[in-house]
């Protein structure tokens, strides 16, 4: 069996900066795989396009310029909020609303995203909401362990579960 959409993927995977020498970023090894279903949006179109057609016991290697991968920063991510929508009781806890930290708020969609405080002034805070690699070079390599069909209850909620997917 081969990638492809609607195909449940289990792998392992190195993802570093810029090329296979640099600096590893994240590390998935078969005690906790990476299990995802294929051609449902959740992935990077072109590292699905990169691992498409292979099947289970092959190895890869590539990589994605940042406009394949997270894109490149955009100013209109970077947002200035009013401080009171931080607040608690009145209160901003100064651990959580803190220059550097990263804080999950909601989209006007109610979807989680999260933001990297930028800075604090009197009246708002400065709110970056890039993804954390945007505007880097990255290089994946790693092996697929397993293909395999989506379920009929996967393809319906459009996510992998089971053994080391997701549970409801």
Do not use: C, W
Not at 31 to 49: I, K, N
Not at 102 to 125: F, L, Y
């Amino acid at each position: 069996m081969k990638v492809g959409n609607n195909k449940v993927v289990t792998m392992t995977y190195t993802l570093h900066f810029n090329d296979e020498n640099g600096e590893v970023i994240q590390k998935v090894d078969e005690s906790r795989p990476f299990v995802q279903m294929f051609g449902v949006g959740a992935l990077l179109p072109a590292f699905e396009s990169n691992l498409a057609g292979m099947g289970k016991g092959e190895t890869f290697g590539f990589h994605l310029d940042a406009g394949e991968a997270y894109g490149n920063p955009s100013e209109e991510a970077i947002l200035e909020l009013e401080k009171k929508i931080f607040e608690i009781d009145g209160k901003i806890d100064s651990e959580m609303i803190a220059e550097g930290k990263m804080v999950t708020m909601q989209d006007q969609h109610g979807n989680p995203i999260d933001g990297k405080v930028m800075a604090i002034k009197e009246n708002s805070v400065i709110m970056d909401f890039n993804h954390p690699l945007a505007g880097e070079n990255l290089y994946f390599e790693g092996r697929i362990i397993d293909v395999r069909d989506a379920s009929d209850e996967e393809l319906s909620h459009g996510h992998a579960h089971g053994p080391e997917g997701h549970h409801h």
